[in-house]
């Protein structure tokens, strides 16, 4: 017998687990998430910082994080596991004039959207703070008190246990090589007209199965044997470029590194501190049980699949560190500790979701930019709605479609850690 389903989600880390828990929770249980490694998080989502924010400078990113924070903050009960959310803060710094522009215009468009609880802080209230960061060239900042920090990994695995609870499947150590597309009439069923009456009708309760000569979604090919199924969902991270690729479809999304360095532990700084942003140079920390957590985005990275740590990165970091946080030069770094993960980036910094022109039932979630884990609550409950529905309530979601690059309409985000 065939194997069939009526979701295929590729990929089972934070996002593709967030898609099979909205669709789950909206009774498409008929799902199947595939992974190829033999354990979920093994990608992007083990190697992320774990910040949620909503300090950022377009609507959209604005209004994803607004519901994806507020759903954190209830994670625990509504999901049954813990996300560890810890509402730490995120505390940008600014050193010149055009940077508080830049955070007044934010902050105002943040409070236009329903984000109220951004503040003003000035040089003293920053030093208040964290009285450790040099302050000489500080002008002011903004801080969110509900911004912070999640354990993406316990997030990934509530969604995907609560889904599995109520139905879906998830096979691990199993890869995807093909994806079979047919060309075909809406009035001739196909080998996987199975699917259910949500993912074959529009919201108008129309056909949503193409006319004649259009290409559709047969089903995948797997290592584990042929699966039938009407609608693939692509939230393979930094590889969905190839995956979309299998099925004839396009899609600008490629891997950069991002390098993270812990110290060793380290009680020069305050117990409970915000994520804090040096604007001048991008350089951000937070702490990270008894150490601090060091990030910094290099502009001389290029894109490509590297995930090794490049040791010649602590270098660089560390002088920036210690450039804002003179005590951090004697904070200890073993360089061992050190990891590298992949960030899937669009030309615009901004996710694609939502489905591919070309390929009838073939769905996109791919490309946050760094920020997956913090927007993987709107990311699922946005993708559901448009598989089952057509359309979301939550944005307009025709804004994040892939047809943005080819007619012109990009959103450029410039609050990019």
């Known amino acids: 017998m065939t194997e069939t389903a009526d979701v295929v989600i590729i990929g089972s880390g934070i996002v593709g687990s967030s898609v099979a828990y909205h669709l789950a929770q909206a009774g498409c249980t008929n799902v199947l998430v595939i992974e190829r490694e033999a354990h979920q998080g093994k990608g992007s989502t083990g190697k992320s910082m774990g910040g949620v924010r909503a300090q950022f400078s377009t609507p959209v990113n604005i209004q ?4 994806s924070i507020d759903f954190f903050a209830k994670f625990d009960e509504v999901i049954g596991h813990p996300a560890d959310y810890r509402a730490h803060g995120y505390l940008f710094c600014a050193t010149n004039e055009n940077h508080l522009a830049y955070l007044k215009a934010n902050r105002e468009r943040q409070n236009a ?18 009285p450790q960061l040099r302050t000489d060239d500080i002008l002011g900042g903004t801080f969110c008190p509900t911004d912070g920090f999640v354990d993406p990994h316990s997030v990934m695995m509530g969604f995907m246990l609560n ?57 995948v090919v797997t290592t584990r044997g042929f699966v039938s199924t009407r609608v693939v969902v692509n939230a ?25 360095v812990p110290t060793e532990p380290f009680d020069r700084l305050p117990k409970k501190f915000p994520m804090v942003i040096d604007m001048s140079t991008g350089f951000h920390f937070r702490r990270e049980g008894k150490g601090i957590l060091l990030a910094w985005n290099d502009p001389e990275e290029t894109p490509g699949f590297k995930t090794e740590f490049d040791p010649t990165f602590i270098e660089k970091i560390l002088t920036r560190a210690a450039s804002r946080v003179p005590v951090l030069s004697e904070a200890e770094v073993n360089p061992r500790r050190a990891w590298a993960g992949l960030y899937e980036m669009t030309p615009d910094h901004h996710a694609i979701i939502g489905p591919a022109p070309n390929v009838e039932g073939l769905y996109f979630v791919n490309g946050f930019s760094g920020h997956g884990v913090m927007h993987s609550p709107a990311s699922g409950r946005i993708t559901a709605d448009l598989i089952l529905q057509g359309r979301s309530e939550l944005i307009d979601a025709q804004q994040l479609r892939v047809e943005r690059f080819t007619e012109g309409r990009l959103l450029e985000e410039t609050a990019i850690l």
């Not at 951004?118 to 040089?123: F, N």
């Open 64 to 67: 994803m994080s607004k519901y």
């Open 236 to 260: 393979a991270g930094a590889w969905a470029a190839e995956v979309a690729k299998m099925a004839g479809a396009e899609l600008p999304v490629e891997p950069l590194r991002r390098q993270l």
């Open 113 to 130: 959207l329903g984000v109220r609880n951004v503040e003003w802080v000035s040089p003293e209230d920053i030093v208040k703070m964290v």
């Open 163 to 219: 889904a599995r609870e109520k139905g879906v499947r998830l096979w691990l150590d199993a890869q995807v090589t093909g994806i079979e597309v047919e060309t075909g009439s809406a009035d001739v069923p196909s080998a996987s007209s199975r699917t259910s009456e949500s993912s074959t009708r529009n919201a108008d309760g129309t056909s949503a199965l193409p006319a004649l000569g259009a290409r559709r979604i047969a089903g």
